[in-house]
Nanobody
Framework: QVQLVESGGGLVQAGGSLKLSCVAS????????MGWYRQAPGKQREVVAT???????NYADSVKGRFTISRDNAKNTVYLEINSLKPEDPANYYC???????????????WGQGTQVTVSS
């Protein structure tokens, strides 16, 4: 009912920047909180940043001051701007959206397929 497609990952030099995008499509009444998570090999998936439909943001301590999450509600799109990339940042980055779907309405939690961020030394 909600499909998420991420883009923007790639190979970046340490200290560099890139911007991830995630577009939501499908059948839903509204998209509530959207967020970015990441998972490195051998580690659990962790939250990076979230943003509500009203624009309230939250960040993991490890990315505060370096990452910026934003969204365009008209385009059902969430962005993650990554700056000052560190060696611990490489991971598969996943988009998440919590949407209201159906009638009677219910909450639906959707995940994208992920986009890989790699850092070159």
């Amino acid at each position: 009912q909600v499909q998420l497609v991420e883009s923007g990952g790639g190979l970046v030099q340490a200290g560099g920047s890139l911007k991830l995008s995630c577009v939501a499509s499908g059948s839903f009444s509204s998209i509530n909180t959207m967020g970015w998570y990441r998972q490195a090999p051998g580690k659990q998936r962790e939250v990076v940043a979230t943003i509500t439909s009203g624009g309230t943001t939250n960040y993991a301590d490890s990315v505060k001051g370096r990452f910026t999450i934003s969204r365009d509600n008209a385009k059902n799109t969430v962005y993650l701007e990554i700056n000052s990339l560190k060696p611990e940042d490489p991971a598969n980055y996943y988009c998440n959206a919590k949407a209201t779907v159906g009638w009677p309405s219910r909450q639906y939690n959707s995940w994208g397929q992920g986009t890989q961020v790699t850092v070159s030394s």
